[in-house]
């Protein structure tokens, strides 16, 4: 029997809509790495939603954080953090990522 167990409603769902005809299943999975290790007690979830056409968008609930066409690529990953961050919680000091 497999348990699974849904996020919690409180916390926020980031998605991030890879390109798999770009193979970019690796990308998406790193920056979903990097969010869950950063926004451990934040998040309730990171998924990954395979799409097509050169498509690259990670959502904060309905917020568009990155689309890679309005943006211009991809976020570095400090970037990423930062506008999850301002997103989550403003408050919250990312450490060296907050440093010039």
């Given at each position: 029997m497999i348990e699974?167990?849904?996020p919690s409603p409180a916390k926020?769902?980031?998605s991030i809509t890879y390109c798999t005809q770009c193979q970019w299943l690796l990308r998406?999975?790193?920056m979903?790495?990097?969010l869950l290790s950063t926004f451990r007690d934040e998040l309730g979830?990171?998924?990954l939603i395979p799409g097509t056409g050169?498509?690259?968008v990670i959502q904060c609930g309905a917020d568009t954080i990155w689309d890679r066409t309005r943006d211009g690529g991809f976020p570095d990953v400090k970037t990423l953090k930062q506008r999850?961050?301002?997103r989550?919680?403003?408050e919250r000091d990312l450490g060296h990522i907050d440093r010039p």
């Amino acid at each position: 029997m497999i348990e699974v167990d849904c996020p919690s409603p409180a916390k926020p769902r980031v998605s991030i809509t890879y390109c798999t005809q770009c193979q970019w299943l690796l990308r998406a999975g790193w920056m979903a790495q990097e969010l869950l290790s950063t926004f451990r007690d934040e998040l309730g979830e990171v998924a990954l939603i395979p799409g097509t056409g050169g498509i690259f968008v990670i959502q904060c609930g309905a917020d568009t954080i990155w689309d890679r066409t309005r943006d211009g690529g991809f976020p570095d990953v400090k970037t990423l953090k930062q506008r999850v961050r301002d997103r989550l919680a403003p408050e919250r000091d990312l450490g060296h990522i907050d440093r010039p």
